[in-house]
């Protein structure tokens, strides 16, 4: 089945610092992709997506390209604030208008220091 | 006011007993579904209606159930409660036009005692 794997947290980075969340998927056609953002006691937030590949989905400083021949979406910003202290998603929606569900990876916390 | 609310924030109950828990959304979204997230596990569906009349079992129903009482609202239930349902539990809404996004309410976060 349709699956998402990131990489495990949790992940301290000082403020200014470069970040790379890795994301790998496992799809049988061809998926939209997504990076949702938790902030501390709030709900899920669209923080960037990309719906094909060599895309480029960008939002905040983030940015992720969908990558096809390696089936990742890597997540990156060049320099994180404290702000930036979240749970990240990776997660995949098939195409098609008979296609509904998310499908999550397991988060990836991110906590980053003055 | 936010989009997506959900009611109670937090809960509190014990094994056994009957909880609902409710969602309210003021998109006009059609599309609505219920989450649960437990800790390095990520999100699973529990249930989604795609409108009033169309309600189906995500993968992981056994436990609960739904209703949809109109096209704003979509309550879950834990009919029976118990320990390994103690979980934090999303709403989230979807447009079938632009299906592609599904914004989240805050979160329940349900104990079971």
């Known amino acids: 089945g349709d699956s998402v794997t990131q990489m495990e947290g949790p992940v301290t980075l000082s403020e200014e610092a470069f970040l790379t969340i890795n994301c790998t998927y496992t799809?049988?056609?061809?998926?939209?992709l997504f990076w949702y953002v938790q902030y501390p006691g709030e709900g899920l937030q669209l923080l960037l997506k990309?719906?094909?590949?060599?895309d480029k989905g960008s939002n905040k400083g983030f940015e992720a390209t969908y990558r096809k021949e390696t089936t990742s979406f890597h997540l990156e910003k060049g320099s994180v604030q404290v702000s930036d202290s979240a749970v990240y998603f990776c997660?995949?929606?098939?195409?098609?208008?008979?296609?509904?569900?998310?499908?999550f990876g397991k988060g990836t916390k991110l906590s980053v220091i003055p | 006011d936010a989009d997506v609310t959900q009611t109670p924030r937090n809960r509190i109950t014990k094994t056994g007993k009957r909880i609902m828990l409710e969602c309210s959304q003021t998109k006009g979204h059609d599309r609505m579904y219920w989450y649960r997230q437990d800790p390095g596990l990520g999100l699973r569906l529990i249930y989604y209606?795609?409108?009033?009349?169309?309600?189906n079992k995500g993968e992981i129903s056994d436990g609960y159930s739904v209703s949809r009482q109109a096209q704003a609202k979509f309550s879950l239930s834990l009919e029976s409660a118990i320990p390994n349902q103690t979980a934090l539990y999303f709403c989230?809404?979807?447009?079938?036009?632009?299906?592609?996004?599904?914004?989240f309410g805050p979160g329940t976060r349900l104990l079971v005692l």
């Open positions: 989230a809404t979807s447009d079938t036009l632009y299906q592609e996004t599904q914004y």
């Open positions: 990309a719906t094909k590949a060599d």
């Open positions: 997660a995949l929606k098939l195409s098609g208008a008979g296609s509904y569900q998310l499908t």
């Open positions: 209606s795609f409108d009033v009349k169309d309600i």
């Open positions: 799809a049988t056609g061809y998926p939209s």
